[in-house]
């Protein structure tokens, strides 16, 4: 990713130079940077008033409810985690900040969800070394996170002028769908085809 991000700009360089446009380049470096920043601190306030009203949500209970609600699926993808444990517990609390599409704010939770994972499978005398299922299927949910109330985007959308910036709902929710049953229907399929070669 380094190198990724290493080699971009110097293409640009190269390209302006080569066209002749480097003055072109030099300003859209000094007004992109600007719009950038302008966006980090629109979308600041914004994220700040998600994360608040998930704190309030946690507070007045309904996030434990939600998670109560999705401890049934919970215990249906992470076979091997221990119920009612630790690492269930935050792994709902990661899926509800991520229905409610508070990407920044699951991330804590997510990554607390994949430490408490390997503690389990540590105390259980596994190979800590190694991504387990559950691991893998932890990050899978995350990356293609099912999101009722995309506030992310959303967020996006009104800080580059949108009018109606959730009216994305409908595409969310279909996308969304999708996206998860995809993601965790390939990591079983993968999951059982590695357990499958191990034995053999």
Do not use: H
């Not at 000094?30 to 966006?39: F, I, P, T, Y």
């Not at 899926?95 to 389990?120: F, R």
């Not at 070394?129 to 990050?139: F, G, Q, V």
């Amino acid at each position: 990713m380094k190198i990724i991000l290493l080699i971009i700009p110097i293409v640009s360089l190269i390209f302006s130079a080569v066209n002749g446009r480097m003055s072109e380049l030099s300003a859209n470096i000094l007004s992109k940077s600007g719009e950038a920043v302008e966006l980090v601190i629109s979308l600041c306030g914004i994220m700040c008033f998600w994360s608040g009203l998930m704190k309030v949500a946690e507070r007045a209970g309904l996030t434990d409810k939600l998670s109560r609600l999705l401890s049934p699926i919970v215990g249906l993808l992470f076979r091997k985690i221990k119920r009612g444990g630790r690492a269930a517990g935050l792994i709902t609390l990661n899926l509800a900040a991520n229905i409610l599409g508070l990407g920044n704010a699951s991330t804590p939770l997510g990554i607390a969800a994949m430490k408490a994972i390997s503690e389990e499978n540590e105390q259980n005398g596994e190979n800590v070394d190694a991504a387990t299922d559950d691991m893998i299927m932890l990050a899978v949910l995350n990356t293609a996170s099912l999101q009722i109330l995309p506030a992310t985007a959303a967020a996006l959308r009104a800080a580059n002028g949108s009018a109606k910036p959730f009216d994305i709902l409908p595409c969310v929710w279909i996308v969304s769908v999708y996206s998860v049953t995809a993601a965790v229907v390939s990591a079983k399929i993968m999951g059982y085809i590695s357990r499958k070669r191990e034995r053999m």
